[in-house]
């Protein structure tokens, strides 16, 4: 993580170390009140190490967004949404796996969409997360 900024009593922000980040205006994570929402994710340099595997792909992008979670001093028993894009309707199945592995135990609220594509081509998944940070959420 780049960093993190105060803008106010009940609002951090936490920089990301993506260029798409900086390029946009967008934070990797905020926090606003007791939730914690996490950006759009996509697996680490664009899933290099697992292209064609949406399985593989949504592992490391959950994984990835869960981690964003940490300057917050939360972990994946926080979250309480999570969204899951797919660019084919086939990988419904594998990516869903893999989120059932990553959240088996939490069971947020899950959508699931599918999109028509990503900014790089290479992309089959992209997650964003939402978590609490009520007395039930730290990591303890």
Do not use: C, I
């Amino acid at each position: 993580m780049s960093g993190t900024s105060v803008d106010g009593p009940d609002v951090e922000r936490v920089a990301g170390p993506t260029p798409w980040q900086e390029s946009v205006g967008s934070g990797r994570a905020v926090a606003a009140g007791d939730f914690v929402l996490v950006a759009g994710t996509l697996p680490p340099a664009a899933g290099a190490a697992a292209l064609g595997n949406p399985y593989e792909q949504a592992r490391a992008a959950l994984n990835e967004a869960v981690a964003a979670l940490a300057p917050f001093g939360l972990g994946a028993e926080a979250v309480v949404r999570t969204r899951l894009y797919v660019s084919h309707a086939r990988d419904a199945e594998d990516v869903g796996r893999a989120h059932r592995e990553v959240f088996d135990g939490v069971r947020p609220v899950t959508t699931l969409l599918v999109v028509s594509g990503f900014a790089d081509s290479r992309v089959l998944v992209e997650v964003e997360l939402d978590a609490y940070r009520g007395a039930k959420g730290a990591v303890t």
